[in-house]
């Protein structure tokens, strides 16, 4: 097969029956998140660079490494989104946002980012995510966190690890950053290049490596916890305080930072040791984002879930396929009179509220049955010139191998009363 039939690396084409396990997730997405006061909103794939440069940070490894930029036409630099909470603020404040309003919406949709290819890791993926924007308190937090866990519940997914950790306020950043650069000082020169340019740029970053020379300084670095002030300290507490209350079980993660820059406060992660060693399957915090073209930020807190991965711990956790939508009835006909009639009547069953594939050429009643096997019809509806003439149909349950005369007028209400 030629290379150029290919999708390219790091991307997929999705076929039935993977679609129907994407559309459970985002059905899923749909009935659990309104619940909770959630709208859905859909932004654009692209936007002008700024919007994640400003939003994201330009010190982090998505802005620096991994972002597809393009010039258009215009001259403009434009960036295939890489995350969805710098574009869904940027279109919350273009709505526009008043003082004390709060903002609840989901996304679900492709991210884009310029890795190296790996399992649950393409460089086209997707995530469905939420921001509740507008209203800064740890009640806000805790919901958010069980709304993520009420989530991973309704996929069947009840055996992750929320992992819990602050990373206070911007007030708290310079004492934090020196006790790490006190620590790692003495470590860096054998760590990896990455962790060695994150010293001198990113410091906090640090505590994110995975690479196994790095691992050792890291697992003895300092909890910044201690030199937090007692606000950020409190608003922990208080966000420890509402889960315990909600009965969500945590585990207290001194060294989880998230890989972006503009979280503040509350963070966390949900992992699956399903996964292997990059076992996050979702993750999020409290965030405060600069919006292109003015001084103004805006602050949230929200999730996004990696849509592949969560399939993966589903596969992992041998979890009932979701079923593909096959046809429920396939139209059998013979004779050039029973194919002219046979699209009516298809649609007639459509509208009724049922699937169905009808015969639209001429061929043999063994072919035409061996192709209602082979899309997985549950019923044959067979029609010639004598059923025609009678106006009925020759009704053959494909699972049960019985069949009856039924008349076609009656055959929706006959259908739907033997699926239900």
Known sequence: MSDQLEPLPGTADLWEPETSQWVFLERQAREIFPRYGYCELRTPVFERTEVFVRGIGGETDVVQKEMYTF????????????????????????????????????????????????AGRRRQFHQVGVECVGKAAPAVDAENIAMLLHYLEALGITNGKLLLNTRGAAADRPAMNQALREHFAAHVASMCPDCQRRFETNISRMLDCKCEPCQGPILAAPDVTAVMGEA????????????????????????????????EQTVFEVTHHGLGAQSAMAGGGRYRIALPGSDRTVEGVGFACGMERLLMVREHLRLAAHPAAAPQVYLVCLGEPALAAALPLAQQLRHAGLRVLAETAPRSMKAQMRAANKAGARFALIQGDDELAKGTLLCKDLAASTQEEIPVAAAADRLLAALA
């Open 71 to 118: 010039t258009d036409r215009g001259g403009r630099s434009l960036t295939l989104r890489p995350e969805g909470t710098a574009g869904v603020m940027r279109a919350i404040a273009n709505a526009g946002l008043q003082e004390g309003e709060e903002k609840r919406v989901f996304y679900i949709g492709p991210m884009f980012r310029g890795e190296r290819p790996a």
């Open 232 to 263: 950020s300290k409190a608003y922990f507490a208080a966000v420890r305080a509402h889960l315990d209350r909600l009965g969500v079980h945590y585990i207290v993660a001194p060294r989880l930072v998230r890989g972006l820059d503009y979280y």
